[in-house]
């Protein structure tokens, strides 16, 4: 849905430096859109980059009324508020950006494509694109994608929220940099705003996620080269139920571990240790791997998130987990992903292209 040519506001109300802005933060980092404006009255007329270290010089304003003055035709609903639904606080602000004939890109579970306070308010062009929808034509998953000829690159983690996503585009970006035909299977909803398509896996019914996976990955996999899956979840996480299906639908050939630095616990759940990360890459392979059925999968390379900590301390931490994981591991927000593509390379014959 979203194109490069669209002009982008982002909904972020104290989501710039709050803990549920992970969408639109993300957005403002990697759309291919031109992102015109930041909403967040927490923060408003502060500066983006300062705030974030994100390199995309925009205004951040207090309401979609300032947010006009930009001339957007897009608004995206950037936050995650607890349990997925707007709240009724948005709604008003939601209209006036219909009624001034703004299309909505909304990654929440609320629908909003039929809510009559904004659906009688479209224009011919308008759209409200709800993208939490579970995929027509669903079926429970067979393995179908260990036969495809392309390789595919799970991205897994020690929790929720570490920055798989980030990795994946990243790895994404030096695919296309190198030449690489690659493509990036987005799974949540900011990895769809981005792409313009995929899987909202936690809109799918438990039964048929690993199906939903499979269906995305066999769409593609005989076109590509290396397909780039986004992760969500974790196995360490007691509430997480995404990371299962995405190992048995798309029957990845290697696996990319991500860590926060300095994380030892579930962020929510601080009484469930994270393990050493030697140990937590072979539980990863021994899942992905099925005791053999699955054919032999492993952790390839590591991707830390140094959140804000200086380029010196996230280089001293590589190192340190390079040493104890025998892994090769960089940030790859910061550092880029040659580190993890020169990894897949060099465990398959696709080195032979670079």
């Known amino acids: 849905m979203l194109k490069s040519s669209h002009r982008l506001a982002v909904l972020l109300h104290e989501g710039i430096t709050g803990v549920q802005g992970k969408t639109g933060l993300t957005l403002l980092r990697y759309s291919p859109a031109q992102v015109v404006c930041a909403i967040d009255r927490s923060v408003a007329g502060q500066s983006l980059v300062e705030l974030t270290g994100i390199n995309r010089d925009v205004p951040i304003v207090d309401s979609i009324e300032s947010a006009l003055n930009y001339q957007p035709d897009v608004l995206a609903i950037g ?3 607890s349990g997925g639904i707007v709240p009724d606080s948005w709604m008003a602000e939601l209209q006036t950006a219909v009624a001034a004939g703004l299309s909505i890109v909304n990654g929440l579970h609320t629908p909003l494509a039929n809510h009559p306070q904004l659906v009688n308010r479209l224009k011919p062009g308008q759209w409200i694109w709800d993208m939490r929808q ?63 398509e995929g899987v909202a896996l936690d ?57 926060k630095i300095g994380q030892e616990t579930i962020r929510n759940c601080p009484d469930v240790k994270i393990p050493p990360l030697a140990e937590v890459v072979r539980l990863y392979e021994a899942v992905a791997s099925c005791a053999g059925a699955f054919g032999t999968v492993k952790v390839v390379a590591i991707a830390l998130n140094g959140g804000k900590l200086p380029d010196d301390v996230v280089r001293s931490q590589i190192d340190r987990v390079t040493a104890a994981t025998g892994l090769p591991c960089t940030d790859a927000v910061r550092f880029g992903a040659d580190v993890l593509l020169d990894a897949i390379f060099n465990s398959h014959c696709l080195a032979e292209r670079v």
Do not use: W
């Open 203 to 259: 809109a799918v019914r438990v039964d048929y996620a690993a199906g939903a996976i499979e269906q995305a990955v066999m769409q593609y996999g005989n076109d590509y080269e290396l397909l780039i899956v986004e992760g969500q979840g974790s196995l360490l996480h007691p509430g997480s139920t995404a990371t299962l299906p995405l190992i048995r639908g798309s029957q990845p050939t290697h696996l990319i571990l991500l860590h």
């Open 79 to 81: 936050i995650a508020p």
């Open 134 to 196: 579970e995929p027509q034509g669903l079926k429970i998953g067979t393995g179908a994608a260990k036969s495809l000829p392309c390789q595919r690159v799970l991205m897994v983690g020690t929790d929720m929220a570490i920055g798989k996503m980030s990795a994946a585009l990243e790895l994404q970006r030096t695919c296309q940099h190198r030449g690489i035909k690659s493509k990036f299977i987005a799974t949540g909803q900011a990895g769809m705003m981005i792409s313009g």
